[in-house]
């Protein structure tokens, strides 16, 4: 096997160096219906890998995605073998012991019914999944029975019986993360595992648009495979015989939704996160091409693509494709998907340059992308909370993951709970903060003591203003924590101590402040942005579409109104050139009015309440 060996193609692109996405799908010669219709506009980096703990420190601090080394998996690895299908499926837990949802194909892709209720079925076995032709996603938790989150010891007690069969070991529990004695404390006294999961993804599945559930950070890694033999002896399927799948059927009793693989977006994403269910993984076989509701590619079966290899010469088994925070509801329109009950979000797959906002012509960088190729036993990936994602899977493959709140990021816990009350499906919560954070007592002496302990033991000022924001948050959003008079008279003295030694509020929640405060004065069909502009959008089968960037709100309403016009006489790409075409000002203007028109959109608030 070469570098120029057609079976296979080599990541050459390094982290730090900005790539154009759609020529990168290109050349890694992912499927048409992931690269051709990407705009020629969209950049990207890959996630970094840091070569040391400092470096780590502070792109975890500014909510970047990172690699982290491999020796954080080992113990995974060797629990593991060579080949996570093969131990997926040992005859001593391939039946489960109880059917687990699982999420086939198309769900959630923009203009999908909310509810999804075509695209879920129940799996018996991985052997039975492995072999069922559709593109599956399974996400099955690690927990204790009869709970629904982190808790184990509050399960009520299991009937004996001797026909229970042996569960997939918990090999999460083996992941050892990276910077544990400086976020999580020396006896993990800093955060909160919330959740293990056991993921299992057919080649082709594509998760959309989501945010993880609760403001955690996910740990996670691709486990071994085999090497794959040629393109003409590869198949998608395997030769296990199984029953499928059942599409559609009832979901037996005691299955039901356990959610929080992803917290239920309803804004296009959020719903299609990674698992809305127990074991349940949304997946989306196709964004740019047409497909069958059962995920299958209409037109009969592509042939055999080249394997993707990372930098050790192993499968690629994933790629994880990130925007950034402050972009969230220019990637998914929630307003529009809680007042349609159909998804509403940015077709990255299929959306030209100029659907996009623009000025003059030119399409307004609005967001970069941070793309992980997860690596079949590699690096492990740890995602930062709050981040919108999507997942396609490359290789039918196995991940382990596990999810953490720190204590240090309680921040972004309130931001996650800011978004989750606009929508119209209710994500479940953890306990940690349904139940923790709303007990007074424990949120003294478990989340404010060990932090201003640590801050008095010394850190470096990073973590000292980390403390500090995360430990504001609890005053400055009351109705998410319940932090009582003594906590509060604490937190106050603390606070204030800190802030004359030097401590500030960092980027990261200063971004999400003005992120929130955005949120609380969307309109549907207008969206303000972080940079001072105004854009309208229209939806058609729940692709987002926009006008060009405007200085005000005015302008873009009479824009909306325009392009709601062309989109009901079946003229809205004319519509879109005229009005783009007519754009006088360049970005540069058109931002800076943008900058100055508060004064003019004062008596416009009503637009957005």
């Not at 997939?168 to 595992?193: A, F, M, Y």
Request: proline letters at 7%.
């Amino acid at each position: 096997m070469t570098g120029s060996d057609p079976q296979f193609i080599h990541i050459t692109q390094k982290p730090g160096q900005v790539y154009n996405l759609r020529d990168l799908f290109a050349e890694w010669q992912l499927p048409e219906e992931f690269s051709h219709g990407i705009a020629d506009s969209w950049q990207c980096e890959l996630v970094p890998t840091p070569n040391n703990d400092d470096e780590l420190l502070e792109h975890v601090l500014q909510g970047v995605p990172v690699l982290a080394s491999e020796d954080h998996a080992v113990r995974v690895f060797e629990a593991v073998g060579g080949n996570a299908l093969d131990w997926l499926c040992q005859p001593e837990w391939d039946t489960l012991p109880a059917p687990k949802v699982c999420m086939i194909g198309g769900w959630g892709q923009p203009g999908s019914d909310v509810d999804g209720g075509d695209f879920v079925g129940t799996v018996h076995s991985f052997s039975q999944l492995l072999a069922d032709p559709r593109k599956i996603n399974l996400q099955m938790f690690h927990r204790a029975e009869g709970t629904n989150a982190e808790h184990p010891s509050q399960a009520p007690p299991a009937e004996a019986s001797t026909e229970r069969r042996k569960e997939i070991p918990c090999t999460p529990n083996l992941l050892r993360w990276p910077l544990e004695e400086k976020l999580h404390g020396r006896d993990q006294q800093r955060s909160v595992v919330v959740d293990n999961a056991t993921r299992v993804s057919k080649e082709g599945a594509l998760t959309w648009w989501h945010l993880d559930d609760g403001g955690e950070f996910v740990f996670q890694v691709g486990l071994p495979l085999a090497m794959p033999g040629p393109p003409s002896s590869r198949d998608s399927t395997t030769s296990r015989s199984a029953e499928t799948i059942g599409e559609g059927e009832p979901l037996p009793q005691g299955v039901g939704p356990e959610d929080r693989g992803g917290a239920p977006m309803p804004a296009g994403g959020q719903a299609g996160a990674e698992a809305c269910a127990e074991g349940v993984t949304p997946g989306r076989s196709g964004s740019g091409g047409h497909r069958s509701a059962d995920g299958r590619a209409e037109g009969g079966k592509e042939a055999a693509r080249p394997v993707l290899l990372g930098p050790n010469g192993r499968p690629i088994v994933k790629l994880f494709m990130f925007s950034d925070k402050g972009a969230y509801s220019f990637i998914t329109q929630d307003r529009e998907t809680n007042k349609s009950g159909h998804f509403c979000c940015l077709d990255l797959f299929n959306t030209p340059d100029h659907h996009l906002p623009s000025c003059q012509g030119q399409t307004t960088s609005l967001t970069k992308f941070y793309i992980a190729p997860l690596e079949a036993g590699g690096r492990p990936l740890l995602s930062p909370p709050n981040v919108p994602h999507a997942v396609l899977t490359l290789q039918t493959c196995v991940m382990v993951e596990q999810r953490r709140i720190l204590h240090l990021f309680l921040d972004e816990v309130s931001y996650f709970m800011s978004r989750a009350e606009r929508w119209t499906t209710a994500p479940i919560m953890y306990n940690f903060i349904a139940e923790d954070l709303q007990d007074e007592d424990y949120v003294h002496d478990h989340v404010v003591l060990p932090l201003i302990q640590m801050v008095s033991e010394g850190c470096c000022a990073s973590l000292r203003d980390r403390a500090y924001t995360s430990l504001g948050a609890l005053l400055l959003h009351p109705r998410h924590f319940h932090v009582g008079p003594r906590t509060t008279k604490l937190l106050r003295a603390e606070l204030e101590s800190w802030q004359q030694q030097g401590a500030a509020v960092d980027a990261r929640f200063r971004e999400q402040e003005q992120v929130l405060e955005l949120m609380r004065h969307e309109i549907c069909g207008v969206l303000k942005f972080m940079c001072g502009g105004v854009a309208a959008y229209v939806h058609k089968q729940g692709r987002s579409i926009w006008g060009p960037m405007r200085p005000t709100v005015p302008q873009a309403v009479q824009d909306r109104q325009l392009l709601m016009k062309g989109l009901h006489e079946q003229t809205l790409d004319d519509v879109l050139l005229q009005l783009k075409s007519a754009t006088l000002h360049g970005p540069g203007a058109e931002m800076e009015q943008g900058k100055h028109a508060a004064n003019e959109e004062d008596n416009l608030d009503d637009l957005f309440a």
